[in-house]
């Protein structure tokens, strides 16, 4: 059957009806920009309309009369005076504007979605609140979730950013595993992809969850306003500690909160230990703490890793050594355990004497060991001793000798290192992306907060002593020969360098000649690096020969 033609008037006339609607659209939206003010007063005069017939009906009786006369009078005075209707009428529609203005909701509570999101995290934490003797349950399937949950917030997203948590008394938050399965569960439920914080107050049974900012990682290498015996190993959250510093955050200077880690003979964290993934910051981190340690005292550096991270500081006042072998790895290991000896024999002679100690034995020795656990291999397949056993003494004995450790390698490395660094480097620092376990292995316990989603380089965990772990991001300290680097960290760290050492050349016989491939070098094995001052009547094995100074 053939379908018949639509009407004339639905076919064709589609299109103008289509612009009849949008011309009148157009005209009700002009017409209410025209008239705006004219709806905002009687809008303003039906609220004062309203105000008013309740202000008159809470009136008592006995006081409508003198109220009366009251509103009379003022109407009388207004009618005497010049100008008095249109001062009257003004401010009558000054009123009725300011009362009838738009204004934004204030929001009191939680929205569908957010309260549907707390409900559900409510119901999630039932069977961990809940035991099935308990008469009165605050969790409970389809209890009220407004008793448990005192506080929350949410942004923008409609997503958690706090929330407390108040929980039975008979809940066993007292062990880590209790605490950590509520961590984990409260973490899922309210979105990964952000850290965590979680703070639990076992005497009023409550529980507190907020989300932690990033740490910001502009703030480079610079001159910290510290006092001796103070390094910064980097920043952390505004409420961790109890301090700030100024520090230059690209071209603005604000105030941080630093992590200050103090050393000296009354430091009772003389020793740091530092461990991280591979690409994490640890080697950044030993560069930060020479540049500040060169402020007031000598450093030694022994890169295990030979890549030549710490070149830079070759020659520079301050700087011992800097060795990349194992030869001159072992000799200034052991010239080190010696040079502790000699401090503390100094130190008790003039004690004994009733002088002060000599100045040589007051200035800070740092000793920085990167990678150790490198050379430990290739000195067992030498077999030669371990570096690390060279460290016995300056470890036992550093802190009263002003003599100061710091060692870095990679988790893989930590189980080589021996007991003598496990117990005397109560300073630990943990770097990179790393699982709670793994920072529980280097800081003592875990944590309390979620890993980081997005670990810049330099970014981790720092603990002094028993004190708690604080998040840690360690100022940018590149390498300033590395072509990577850019100008502006070149410079800056070029900046904080000691003046160059004056070359020492050795005095040569007449007639003698000097071979062209030790011609203008003076260092530990064969590096150009210049040897340190071995202490007199120490004897130091160097690749077979005997040195005695």
Known sequence: ?????????????????????????????????VLHPLITITRGLRLLAAAGRQKWAATPKDKRGPTLSV???????????????????????????????????????PDDAETARLRSLYEALVPYFSVADDPGPLFSHGGDWEKAFSGYEFDTDGRLTRLQVTYPAYFTDSEADSRARIERLLHAKSGRGREYHFAWDEEANRLVMSVLG?????????????????????????????????????????????VVWRTGARSTEPHLLVIGQPGSGTTTLLRSIALQALQHGDILVVEGSGTGEYAFLTGRDGVLA???????????????????????????????????????????????????????????????????????????????????????????GLDALGETVRTHCRARVALGHCSCEQVESVLGTEPHT????????????????????????????????????????????LGLLPERRAPVEAAVPAGASVPAETAGTAGTAGTGVPEPVLPRGVAVAVDGMTVTD
């Open 71 to 109: 509103v009379a009078a003022c109407i009388f005075v207004f009618a005497l005076m010049p100008y008095g209707g249109l001062i009257a009428l003004v401010t009558v529609m000054g009123a009725a504007a300011w009362a009838g203005r738009e204004r934004t909701p204030v929001k009191t509570g």
């Open 1 to 33: 059957m053939a379908r018949r033609p639509l009407p004339r008037i639905l076919s064709s006339g589609s299109a103008s009806i289509t612009r009849s609607r949008e011309f009148a659209r157009t005209a009700a939206d002009n017409a209410t920009d």
């Open 214 to 258: 990033a740490l910001p990682t502009s703030i480079g290498a610079q001159r910290f306003v510290t006092a001796p015996g103070e390094t910064v190993l980097g920043f952390t959250d505004g409420d961790a500690v109890q301090r700030t510093v100024p520090v230059h955050d690209g071209d603005a200077t604000r105030d941080a909160p630093p």
């Open 322 to 412: 800097v060795e990349c072998g194992l030869a001159g790895a072992l000799a200034t290991l052991e010239w080190a355990a010696h040079e502790t000896e000699r401090r503390l024999i100094a130190a008790n002679r003039a004690r004994q004497s009733g002088h002060p100690a000599p100045d040589d034995t007051r200035r800070p020795l740092w000793i920085l060991l990167d990678r150790p656990g490198a050379l430990a291999h290739l000195a067992a397949a030498d077999g030669g001793p371990d570096p690390l056993e060279l460290l016995q003494v300056p470890l036992r004995h550093g802190r009263a000798a002003n003599v100061t450790v710091v060692l870095s390698d990679q988790f893989d």
């Open 450 to 493: 979620t890993p980081a989603p997005d670990v810049p380089p330099g970014r981790g965990y720092a603990r002094l002593g028993t004190g708690p772990v604080l998040r840690l991001q360690v100022p940018a300290t590149p390498d300033p020969y590395d072509e990577a680097t850019g100008e502006a960290e070149r410079q800056a760290v």
